[in-house]
């Protein structure tokens, strides 16, 4: 059990037993469906009473702008654990350059880079791929950073993709937006202008959900 805080009631004490043995488990924090089907809470809202009262007291923090945004911080550096991610190929963030085919994706890794598991938040089929090109620069996306990808092939509007385009056989990094009768790849530099497409034109091969600054 997790070392009792002051003036805890059970019921937060359980909670943050709960959030600990998640983590130990898992690798990445709870979210607050599972807290109330780990602790037998009532409802959601009582989970997030509970949780704002263990914010105060300085148990937890919270990240509410990210899904699973929970941590323990007298735990976090023995809770943290690291991954190995495949770096699977270039990705242009600019006008679209040629790739590997790109079935090769997901299985020829031309090097490694080690993150902390929270980085991924649980999520499967994760790759990386280093970035060439200024068209994301808005996004906070860089030349020579790291893209980390999670292998989906299919992403919602406004989010960042990684596109392949059959025709071309080239790739590029840009926000996926279905518009009618063909998809817009916008960049996220107001210098640029988006590419246009057909959508029997485009596969998605990834989206973006983690980004690895390089540090000049």
Not at 62 to 85: D, K, W
Not at 168 to 179: D, V
Request: hydrophobic share 40%; glycine share 6%.
């Amino acid at each position: 059990m997790v070392q009792k805080q002051e003036k805890l009631s059970s019921k937060q004490q359980r909670i943050v037993d709960f959030i600990h043995s998640f983590w130990l488990e898992h690798g990445y924090p709870p979210s607050i469906r599972d807290i109330v089907a780990g602790c037998g809470l009532s409802s959601t809202s009582v989970a997030d009473y509970n949780l704002k009262i263990l914010e105060k007291k300085g148990c937890i923090r919270r990240h509410r702008e990210v899904s699973r945004g929970i941590e323990l911080p007298a735990r976090a550096g023995a809770m943290e654990r690291r991954i190995l991610i495949p770096v699977v190929g270039t990705i242009a963030a600019g006008e679209p350059i040629p790739v590997p085919a790109s079935d090769t994706w997901d299985s020829t890794a031309i090097d490694t880079i080690e993150v902390t598991r929270d980085l991924t938040r649980g999520r499967e089929g994760i790759y990386a791929l280093k970035v060439k090109g200024t068209s994301m620069t808005d996004a906070l996306i860089n030349d020579g950073d790291i893209v980390l990808m999670q292998n989906v092939n299919t992403v919602e509007n406004g989010e960042m993709a990684a596109v392949w385009l059959k025709s071309e056989r080239e790739a590029t990094l840009k926000k996926f937006y279905l518009e009618k009768d063909r998809v817009r790849l916008q960049p996220a530099n107001s210098c640029m202008k988006p590419i246009f497409a057909r959508p029997d034109n485009v596969e998605i091969q990834g989206k973006v959900v983690a980004v690895i600054r390089r540090l000049d």
